[in-house]
């Protein structure tokens, strides 16, 4: 079976990631909410590195648990900090703690996050149709350009695409990979 091209065929978390999870629509606010973590810490790194850190995020922030990541206080960051088995930078667990708390607001505001993550494209997939490997669009710098007036870090154009990629929002599964529809 065919896969897209960045998928390292040696990796099973890769290949596990790719066929089932990357690129399938996803509404369920806990899932949308630790995504958006990983991939702000992804940023300056490679998606591998998060991968093999998965388990150990999702031990180190309560399961995704916004409520309890939004209360997380100096204490619990410095705790965060001496934890090996995950990206120890103080600027990414701030700013994934603040942006927990961006993340219930707009949950307020919107009744989900789901619902507000969906509505810039009216709850419909995106498909990338141009053949090109993109790491922007008009799309993501709106969506981006929103995150950030409402006070969140780490949420810049080209991590935002790649979010909104990983959500399924966006399909940018290869032509000929066998979960483009």
Same mark, same amino acid.
């Given at each position: 079976?065919?896969?897209?091209?960045?998928?390292?065929?040696?990796?099973?978390?890769?290949?596990?990631?790719?066929?089932?999870?990357?690129?399938?629509?996803?509404?369920?606010?806990?899932?949308?909410?630790?995504?958006?973590?990983?991939?702000?810490?992804?940023?300056?790194?490679?998606?591998?590195?998060?991968?093999?850190?998965?388990?150990?995020?999702?031990?180190?922030?309560?399961?995704?648990?916004?409520?309890?990541?939004?209360?997380? *206080?100096? #204490? /619990?960051?410095?705790?965060?900090?001496?934890?090996?088995? !995950? @990206?120890? &930078?103080?600027?990414?667990?701030?700013?994934?703690?603040?942006?927990?708390?961006?993340?219930?607001?707009?949950?307020?505001?919107?009744?989900?996050?789901?619902?507000?993550?969906?509505?810039?494209?009216?709850?419909?997939?995106?498909?990338?149709?141009?053949?090109?490997?993109?790491?922007?669009?008009?799309?993501?710098?709106?969506?981006?350009? *929103?995150? #950030? /007036?409402?006070?969140?870090?780490?949420?810049?154009?080209? !991590? @935002?695409? &790649?979010?909104?990629?990983?959500?399924?929002?966006?399909?940018?599964?290869?032509?000929?990979?066998?979960?483009?529809?």
């Amino acid at each position: 079976m065919k896969r897209c091209f960045w998928v390292d065929e040696k990796s099973e978390i890769y290949k596990k990631y790719h066929d089932e999870e990357w690129g399938i629509p996803k509404r369920n606010d806990r899932d949308l909410f630790e995504l958006l973590i990983l991939e702000g810490f992804q940023a300056g790194l490679s998606w591998i590195t998060v991968l093999k850190k998965r388990e150990a995020f999702k031990a180190a922030y309560d399961d995704f648990d916004v409520q309890k990541v939004a209360k997380y *206080d100096d #204490k /619990k960051i410095a705790e965060m900090l001496t934890n090996k088995a !995950i @990206i120890r &930078s103080e600027q990414k667990i701030r700013a994934s703690i603040l942006n927990a708390k961006i993340f219930i607001e707009i949950q307020k505001e919107f009744g989900s996050f789901s619902d507000y993550i969906w509505h810039f494209t009216d709850n419909k997939v995106i498909f990338n149709e141009t053949g090109k490997i993109i790491v922007s669009n008009e799309l993501s710098d709106k969506i981006s350009k *929103d995150l #950030k /007036k409402r006070g969140m870090k780490y949420v810049g154009t080209v !991590i @935002i695409y &790649s979010y909104l990629q990983a959500i399924g929002i966006v399909n940018d599964h290869d032509k000929d990979c066998f979960l483009h529809k």
